[in-house]
Each structure stands twice: as C-alpha cells, then as structure tokens.
C-alpha cells in the first residue's frame, strides 16, 4: 500500500541541509515546481490505491510523491531501474530530490511494481496539469504550435516467418517443461522439437537468393509443419491436465498461469501458423492490419514513412504537437499507419480548448497539407498556416505565399520540433520502448513526455530568475 504521510525529516537529514548539500539547479527547479503544485501527487495516489479494498492498512509501501519524483527522474536521467535504486542509494541530494533523504530506499522491482500501477490515462492528466501550471505561471502563451509524428520503436528482432515460427517452438515448448515441473506428474503426448525447428529455421537464414527460389518452400513446408505439431500437443497438454493439483503450495499457485500463457502463446502460434503458410506457401499478399509482427509484442505496427534509411519500422506512430517554448502540450500513441493529414484539425481544437484561443502560427511538414485542413486552420482562427503543399501542381498564388518570409518564418520554427524528437530519443529514452504491453508503451511515451516538460519549464524557471537578479 502506499504511504499515506510524507517521510519525517531525520536529525541527520537536518544536519546535512544545513551543511548546504543542495540538488543540482535543474533538479531543484523541478522539485520546488511538484511542492507547488501537490493535485499532481493526488492524481498519482489514486492509482496506487486502485483495487485495494483497505489502502490505510497493510504494509507500508512508497508515497505517492516517491514514485512520481522517481518516475520523473528515471526518465529524465535514462536509467535502468537497477541503476535508479543505485544512484538514489548512493547520493544523499538524490535521495532528497525523490524524498526518501535517510530511509532505506526499496529494491529495483519495487519502483517496478509501483510505475505499472501508472496508467496511461493518469499520465496524460499529469501533463495536462504541467502544461497548465506553466501557462498560469506565464511561461508559455500559446501563439505557435508545431506538430509532427514519428515512431518509437518497440522492443522486437527483425521479424521474418521463419524466425516467428522458431519463436513459437521454443517458448511454447518451454512453457510445457515449467508446467510438467509445476504439476509434478508424467505428461504424455508432448515431443521436445526444438532441434528440428532451429536447423530448419537456421537453414532458411543461410540460403541464398537462387537457393531460395528452388528449396525456401520445402524448408518452410517442413518448419510449419513442425511448429503446428507442438502447438498441437500443448494444446492437449493442457485439456488433458485441467484436474491435475500440485503437492506443493508454490507450485500449485504457479498452475494456473502456466496454463493461461500456454493458451496465450498457442493462439499466437496458430496466427503465425497460418500467416507463414498464407504468405509462403500460397503466396497471398497478406495486409498488413492482419499480420503479426512479434509474439511477445502482438500489438507492433508496420510503419512505412518513406524514409531512405528506415524504410520500414515496427512500432507505433506517435502525434506530437510542441509550443513555442519547446512544451509538448499534446501527444497520442497511434494505431496503424494512419495519415498525418486528419491530425491537424484536432489537434488545432484541443490548442483552443487548453490555451482558449487559436496559434497564430501552426507549423507541420507536408504530409499534413489539404486544402481542407488549410481551411480549417483559417476557420479556427490561425493567422500563419505554415503547411507545405504535398503533390498536386501549385498555383502562382500558393508559389508566391510559400516564397514569403512569412511562410518561411514558420517553416523554420516548425523545424523545432525535428530537435524536440532527437532529444526525446537519445535524452529521454523514446527511441525504443524497453517495456512489455501496449499499455506501457504508452506509459513509456508519456514519460518521456513529462520529463521533457518539466525540464522545460525548470530551465524557463531559472531564467526568469536569472533575469530578475540581473535587474
């Protein structure tokens, strides 16, 4: 359960603040901008007490502040939660920061177990509060907007028939020898073919294009047949042993899910199944929306933008839109590949509903251009629409308004958000969601998101407060 109080201050803690061990500027913006605004700490109290019957009771757990100052600075410093526990340990100013100053700071899988409480709903109202406060404390006015989109990648190999139906066959075949060993009985029906799996899949690696065209199809008739064959007897493994108990309490406990993730990968399995027979052994083009791209991460996309470097990415499409300065007043985890044109109305409509008016610029790269949505800027009150024309041929008035310096003014404010992207991906760790589930992907972004803010508006703060010392 969560702690219900903020930690008392020790007589050492006390010792140590008056020596002068303070945080590093950035982090103490931050932690002087979480004490002033505490309906952040409540929204997060609410989930850690989500599903407990007595949330007044029990064990004594981490505080709502503690995991949301932890969550913030694991993203902000890109650490592992190994490395998290560490350096918290290790430093006194950190252990200030995350308000943990002279009590024993708990194991890795505990900040674990505390951040996938977070949903991904309480994570988008924490940034919709940071970006208010900002914009009460008049850091951010609202007058330029830019949005774009791009793909966070999520924590898969390359996916190719082959190496998909070898996936099958090892994890289901694992999970079978787990359960005989939590059931503690002899199951019959169940062939080991692991070895039969990986030669054939290892020998569809190594062909080359002539040999693939004469013996891909044998090979692959070979490994499907394989794959189906333990999908199969797991299956009946499991229908043969719905009564079976184990004597041992821990591994009774265990049984059930055994059962539930046997079921789970042998349903992926039997996607994967008829999708490599589909593909190779019909030859069907397959669509895309039909495919699976990982059994660990079902719910991967295929993304295809055009870009000569990345031509094909698996992931999920992210919308962004950045202000002025440099605030992500709103982002979305995308499913599929949709078009980026049917994001600019909306996200125009959510700018007036945060900030009560309309940009005045709105920047965004070609693949956002209609005519439509042009119109739709101008109806909303947007005086700069700042949205290249993608296709078609220009008329001399679009040539003549696109060569104006104001067009070109907010082509290059829109070529922010471009850096904004990079510093999400190698500062905040977007690049690639280590997580598992659609649900943590999501949390993922969202942090990376809110790391970003409050470093922003920690820099906006110091400045402001440079300046007026100055004066």
């Keep these: 359960m969560p702690r219900a109080a903020k930690p008392q201050i020790s007589f050492a803690d006390w010792e140590l603040l008056q020596q002068g061990i303070s945080l590093e500027p950035l982090l103490q913006s931050i932690s002087d901008f979480l004490d002033d605004h505490e309906e952040m700490i409540e929204t997060v109290r609410r989930d850690l007490e989500r599903g407990l019957k007595k949330p007044g009771t029990g064990r004594r757990g981490l505080t709502p ?73 008049g850091l951010e006015d609202g007058q330029k907007l830019r949005v774009d989109t791009t793909v966070v990648q999520t924590d ?7 190496t998909l139906l070898w996936d099958v066959v090892r994890v289901v075949t694992r999970l079978v020898g787990h359960f005989k060993k939590a059931v503690q009985q002899r199951i019959k029906g169940f062939c080991n073919r692991t070895r039969a799996a990986r030669r054939r899949m290892q020998a569809i690696q190594r062909m080359t294009p002539k040999e693939r065209q004469e013996r891909q199809i044998e090979k692959y008739r070979e490994l499907i047949e394989v794959t189906e064959e333990v999908v199969t007897s797991a299956q009946k493994v499991v229908e043969q042993t719905r009564k079976a108990r184990s004597k041992d309490l821990v ?41 699976i791209f990982s059994i660990f991460e079902p719910h991967t996309d295929l993304i295809k933008r055009g870009k000569v470097l990345t031509p094909v990415e698996f992931g999920h499409k992210v919308f962004l839109a950045e202000s002025a300065q440099g605030l992500i007043t709103q982002y979305e985890v995308l499913q599929g590949n949709p078009n980026d044109e049917q994001y600019v109305e909306p996200s125009v409509q959510r700018h007036k509903k945060m900030f009560g008016h309309a940009p005045e610029v709105y920047g965004s790269d070609r693949g956002f251009f209609s005519e439509q949505n042009v119109k739709s800027c101008k109806r909303n009150g947007v005086k700069v629409v700042c949205i290249p024309q993608c296709g078609g041929q220009k008329t001399a008035k679009r040539k003549a308004y696109e060569k104006s310096p104001v067009f070109k003014k907010g082509q290059r404010f829109r070529a922010g958000i471009e850096g904004r992207i990079s510093v999400l991906f190698r500062g905040r760790g977007m690049k690639r969601c280590l997580a598992e589930g659609h649900e943590r992907f999501e949390l993922w972004v969202g942090a990376a998101v809110l790391a970003n803010n409050l470093m922003r508006i920690a820099a906006l703060l110091t400045k402001r407060s440079r300046k007026r010392r100055a004066a």
């Design 65 to 137: 502040s503690q995991v949301l100052r932890s969550f913030i600075l694991i993203r902000v410093k890109n650490w592992n939660y190994r490395e998290l526990r560490e350096r918290i340990t290790d430093g006194y100013t950190l252990r200030q920061f995350t308000d943990f100053y002279c009590q024993p700071v708990p194991k890795h899988d505990a900040f674990n177990r505390a951040f996938h409480r977070l949903t991904p709903e309480t994570l988008q109202a924490v940034n919709e509060l940071v970006v208010q406060a900002a914009v009460d404390a």
């Design 156 to 162: 898969i190999h390359h996916p190719t028939d082959s």
């Design 251 to 291: 591994a009774e406990m265990a049984v059930p899910e055994l059962r539930k993730e046997i079921d789970h990968y042998c349903e992926l399995g039997e996607r994967v199944i008829d999708q490599a027979r589909r593909r190779v052994l019909q030859g069907e083009q397959v669509p895309n929306a039909e495919k």
